[in-house]
């Protein structure tokens, strides 16, 4: 079982839409990363979290250090929303900066 | 303008070479990282480095090297002796102390024939 799990592993929307993707992981952290890939490949951070609750234009990310759980929120969502979404942990298990990843969640957002 | 710089973005190469992918970053950041990307699966760490001339295996070290004779340079080396070379590879580079947020290279997507 990965250390890192999200779902769903692909999500297709109407544009207008609100989106949630979700990510849980097995381990204890420091903080978790939301990252954003686009068809291009390059990599973007969204958020860094270690706990509460962050908001940057029409996404939301929120964090449940308890329950070991994240969720990615985007409201209004629009084509150009899409991209694949990846959560990352850096783990309290290891050393220094190393991330753990999801395996991503395809968003597609159709007009 | 700071950032992270890896070229090419496509490279070819034949089976049984050795290539080199460049990363360079002047964002004045001591950790730099290697991690390859296959379809349908997360980002695997390949080697990082905390330091100039230093650097640890990651994941999934074998058939690769680095060096880090520079803080702005981190290149990777597929060497013949990996498996499976052809996947996307990125660079990334993170801040001194916490919280650690890592910058990401644009990737180069290595094909190997």
């Known amino acids: 079982k990965n250390e890192v799990e999200q779902s769903p592993q692909n999500l297709t929307a109407q544009e207008g839409e609100f989106i949630t993707i979700n990510c849980s992981y097995s381990?204890?952290?420091?903080?978790l990363h939301w990252l954003q890939q686009h068809p291009g490949g390059g990599i973007v951070s969204l958020f860094m979290?270690?706990?509460g609750k962050k908001k940057h234009g029409r996404l939301i990310a929120t964090i449940n250090i308890q329950e070991k759980h994240s969720s990615l929120h985007i409201t209004a969502s629009h084509p150009r929303d899409s991209a694949v979404y990846i959560c990352?942990?850096?783990?309290?298990?290891?050393?220094?900066?190393?991330?753990?990843f999801g395996e991503g969640t395809q968003l597609t957002v159709n007009p | 303008d700071g950032g992270i710089t890896q070229s090419p973005k496509y490279l070819f190469r034949k089976e049984g070479q050795n290539v080199t992918l460049s990363c360079e970053q002047n964002?004045?950041?001591?950790?730099m990282y290697w991690y390859r990307q296959d379809p349908g699966q997360g980002l695997r760490l390949i080697y990082y480095?905390?330091?100039?001339?230093?650097?640890q295996k990651g994941d999934i070290a074998e058939g690769y090297s680095v060096s880090r004779e520079k803080k702005e340079s981190f290149p990777l080396t597929v060497t013949s002796a990996q498996k499976n070379p052809t996947a996307f590879y990125l660079c990334?580079?993170?801040?001194?102390?916490?919280?650690?947020?890592?910058?990401f290279g644009p990737g180069t997507r290595l094909t190997v024939t």
């Open positions: 964002l004045n950041h001591d950790a």
């Open positions: 480095s905390q330091i100039v001339n230093d650097f």
């Open positions: 381990v204890g952290i420091s903080a």
């Open positions: 979290l270690s706990s």
């Open positions: 990352a942990v850096r783990s309290l298990e290891t050393s220094g900066s190393r991330l753990t």
């Open positions: 990334a580079s993170s801040t001194p102390g916490q919280p650690y947020e890592q910058y």
